[in-house]
């Protein structure tokens, strides 16, 4: 009988090296070995060859638009987020649970239907359209369009990272607060935002992640006028199809590690979170 | 006397003011309602609209196009398969994340997480560098015939490369509420791993399981930036249904790409209302569990 319990634990450990192989494996083909692939070739001609190929004019001007609607998008996200979870959690009003369902709408949306929702609805041929440009304001195949495609994918990360947080808020702190007379802007502001501000970085950081790489809405929306409103996704896709291989894979390798950079800070500073928890 | 008045007026008046002003709830409310409409709900009014411009009857001809039918099935056979292999991986990594103790697992378990930090167009020229014809590997596959970069296989592979994390996300955290004493209990009974998996380990997690297949399904109906560089847009041959979204809008025969745009969307809708029902049991049956 103890002969069969060891025989049998050792074909269970057999089993489990067998599973961790076949999915790391996996995992190394489909993921890591892409990733280094596309690494070594963007470095391989050289430093002086990298930043001739990204300080190209119109290369630099994209990488700089795309950081520049990121950080727009994520200033305003940040706020409508907090605002918009404080609002999912605090109040009761009639249609709260459907509202709070469709928050993860755009998590489901094809980019691309975004992208002709927002063409359908700000294009030069519909009613909005034409009353903003009557007004001078130009939302699709500009720069206004792009932050709009932005905010639209990212509508959920700020307020899914911070409604959970909000809910397991103990409240007697701001009830603390409020009976020593403190206003309901202070007490916000001193009590509850210094809670609140790990989860909103963190919805913070995945959203610029995540717009840092948008296609397809941005490139619906923003047409495709260099100089103007062409975002690196939309300038490397550019290269890609006039064969300049090395100008895309530059580009490439800059918005790849700022994005891995991003991520890597953020899970530092969630296990400093944790560990403090934790102690 | 008076002292005491105010002493009880004071003490009142900070509960009231807690709850911030009705008026000021209410324009709270009303603001973030208003945001929410204006950014996700009119866009999608507006492609409803425009779809249905001409009525029903254009909208069911738009659908019935060849072209369209062939790119929807397409997408299909594409999600089915990535959703499949990645379902299996999903649960296998998940089970070896938390179940296993070996060197490098924080680094593996932030390796799962890269896809979400590759723009779709990067993800296309990754595949293509390592695939393209002109690669080792692709030269090595063409000359036995295989056609990866340019080729259904390619679009298949990128779409697997995007969806890679969403099972397995959302698995680690279940697998670790749940913990190990119903399958240890299950292994001194005398079952081996994979009687433990079928009858112990899956029943519990399988809302889980489907949540993030949901995910993936979405994600994968989706998929548009990785699957564009990676088809070379090889006109009437290798096009998704995003892909044929993205062209029809350029041309100057939309109607078929608002009809097949409403059709996700709509889609997408019916994906998210399936999320919603599963949150609901995922949180039910943790509430079971404690």
């Known amino acids: 009988m103890a002969a069969g319990t060891a025989s049998l634990a050792r074909r269970r450990e057999r089993q489990g090296r067998a599973l961790r192989g076949a999915s790391l494996s996996y995992l190394g083909v489909m993921v890591v070995l892409p990733i280094l692939a596309m690494a070594w070739q963007a470095v391989e001609p050289g430093p002086g060859a990298f930043w001739a190929a990204v300080s190209d004019p119109y290369a630099w001007h994209a990488l700089k638009l795309t950081f520049a609607t990121a950080i727009i998008m994520v200033l305003v996200g940040a706020v409508t987020g907090t605002a918009t979870a404080w609002v999912l959690v605090r109040y009761e009003f009639p249609g709260k649970h459907l509202v709070n369902a469709l928050i993860d709408l755009p998590f489901a949306v094809p980019t691309v239907v975004t992208g002709v929702m927002l063409v359908a609805l700000y294009g030069p041929s519909s009613v909005v359209g034409a009353i903003l440009a009557e007004g001078g304001v130009r939302v699709i195949y500009d720069q206004p369009g792009i932050i709009l495609a932005l905010l639209f994918v990212t509508y959920p990360f700020v307020i899914r990272s911070v409604q959970p947080v909000l809910l397991a808020l103990d409240r007697a702190e701001e009830e603390a607060a409020a009976t020593l007379g403190a206003g309901p802007w202070t007490t916000f502001l001193r009590v509850t935002l210094p809670t609140l501000w790990p989860s909103i970085l963190t919805g913070s950081a995945l959203s610029f992640s995540r717009a840092l790489g948008e296609y397809g809405s941005v490139v619906m929306v923003a047409g495709n006028q260099p100089l103007l409103a062409k975002t690196a996704p939309i300038y490397i896709f550019g290269e890609i199809e006039s064969g300049n291989r090395h100008g895309a894979l530059a580009v490439s390798a800059v918005l790849l590690a700022s994005s891995l950079l991003i991520l890597v800070a953020l899970n530092a500073l969630q296990r400093r979170g944790e560990v403090r928890d934790a102690s | ?290």
């Open chain 2, 1 to 290: 006397m008076r002292a005491e008045s105010g002493e009880a007026a004071e003490a009142v008046v900070p509960l009231r003011r807690r709850e911030g002003s009705p008026w000021g709830r209410r324009l709270l409310i009303g603001a973030e309602l208003a945001w929410f409409a204006a950014l996700i709900l009119v866009p999608g009014l507006a492609l409803a609209r425009q779809a249905l411009a001409g009525g029903l009857r254009p909208l069911v001809e738009a659908l019935a196009e060849p072209a369209v039918q062939r790119s929807f099935a397409m997408s299909l056979g594409i999600t089915l398969v990535a959703t499949a292999v990645n379902t299996v991986f999903g649960v296998a990594m998940a089970l070896v994340l938390v179940r296993q103790r070996f060197f490098g697992r924080t680094l593996v378990d932030g390796v799962v997480d890269m896809p979400f930090a590759v723009s779709p167009i990067v993800a296309g020229l990754m595949l293509i560098v390592l695939y393209g014809p002109d690669s080792a590997v692709g030269g090595w596959l063409e000359a036995r015939g295989f056609q990866v970069a340019y080729a259904l296989p390619g679009m298949v592979l990128a779409t697997m490369f995007v969806t890679v994390p969403f099972v397995v996300r959302e698995l680690v955290p279940i697998l670790r509420e749940l913990g190990e004493e119903y399958e240890q209990a299950a292994h001194t009974l005398g079952a081996g791993r994979w009687r433990t998996f079928w009858s112990v380990t899956l029943p519990s997690i399988r809302w889980g399981v489907a949540y993030g297949v949901t995910l993936t399904v979405a994600r994968c109906l989706g998929e548009f930036g990785a699957v564009l560089v990676v088809s070379g847009n090889v006109m009437g041959r290798t096009q998704t249904a995003t892909l044929y979204i993205a062209e029809g809008i350029e041309s100057f025969h939309p109607e078929g790409a608002y009809a097949a745009s409403l059709v996700l969307a709509a889609t997408s809708f019916v994906l998210l209302v399936g999320m919603d029902l599963l949150r609901a049991r995922l949180e039910r049956s943790e509430e079971v569990e404690s």
